[in-house]
């Protein structure tokens, strides 16, 4: 199947700072890619669809401001969480689908990135 | 909200077949079934998916009733490496509509 690549694998960060996870489609073109967040134990949880060339759409309860979404092109996303905090620990994963096989496809994950906040 | 339901846990003895029901009784016509898998610590892997015939590719079958009100994903020879949590998800196909996640089975496979 397809090939969705996220970086970085795990990141550590200090409380206050901003990270900027990255999400790639590698072989296949996506004009909107989804973000999720995990939490120990639980389900994923959509955070935001990302759309090529245009401002993502938040679930509710996700703060537009503190989780910044970019998808500047047809194979990238990006979400930075801004000031992090403790709470915003968690499993976060990207997704996406081949765009050149339409809307009634399988969606290909990203292999998720752990981000703890000290 | 997730649209099906699923047990919580199940185990199955290695090299034997896995069956997974899932419930789906407000499916919708246009409404797909899709079947994904999360090891721990990794992203979901798409399994199968299917609207109303029986589906069946090299990692699974999926068996969809005849009122599409349930579905069961059958691994033929469980392994070891098949241990996951197994989500049954119901998806249109009628915009770029994501996957709502529900709690999934939590499959164990014993040796």
């Known amino acids: 199947g397809a090939v969705v690549s996220q970086h970085p694998s795990w990141v550590i960060c200090k409380s206050g700072t901003s990270v900027k996870i990255e999400c790639r489609s590698l072989?296949?073109?996506?004009?909107?890619m989804f973000w999720y967040r995990q939490f120990p134990k639980q389900s994923l949880m959509l955070m935001a669809t990302?759309?090529?060339?245009?401002?993502?759409?938040?679930e509710q309860g996700v703060e537009k401001d503190k989780f910044l979404i970019n998808h500047a092109s047809l194979t990238l996303s990006t979400l930075t969480v801004t000031s992090a905090h403790p709470e915003d620990s968690s499993f976060y994963i990207c997704s996406a689908r081949d765009a050149a096989r339409g809307e009634g496809t399988e969606a290909f994950f990203g292999q998720g990135t752990r981000l703890t906040v000290v | 909200d997730a649209k099906t339901t699923q047990p919580t846990s199940m185990d199955c003895a290695e090299g034997r077949a896995a069956n997974l029901p899932c419930n789906h009784s407000?499916?919708?016509?246009?409404?797909?079934v899709y079947w994904y898998r999360q090891i721990h610590s990794q992203g979901p892997q798409y399994i199968i998916h299917g609207l109303k015939n029986n589906e069946t590719n090299e990692m699974a079958s999926l068996i969809i009733t005849e009122d599409r009100k349930s579905s069961t994903l059958i691994l033929p020879h469980a392994t070891l490496r098949d241990t996951a949590v197994y989500y049954c998800i119901v998806r249109a196909h009628s915009g770029n509509t994501p996957l709502v996640f529900g709690k999934g089975t939590r499959l164990s496979v014993i040796a």
């Open positions: 407000t499916i919708s016509g246009n409404e797909y």
């Open positions: 072989d296949f073109q996506a004009t909107t």
């Open positions: 990302s759309n090529e060339g245009s401002k993502a759409t938040y």
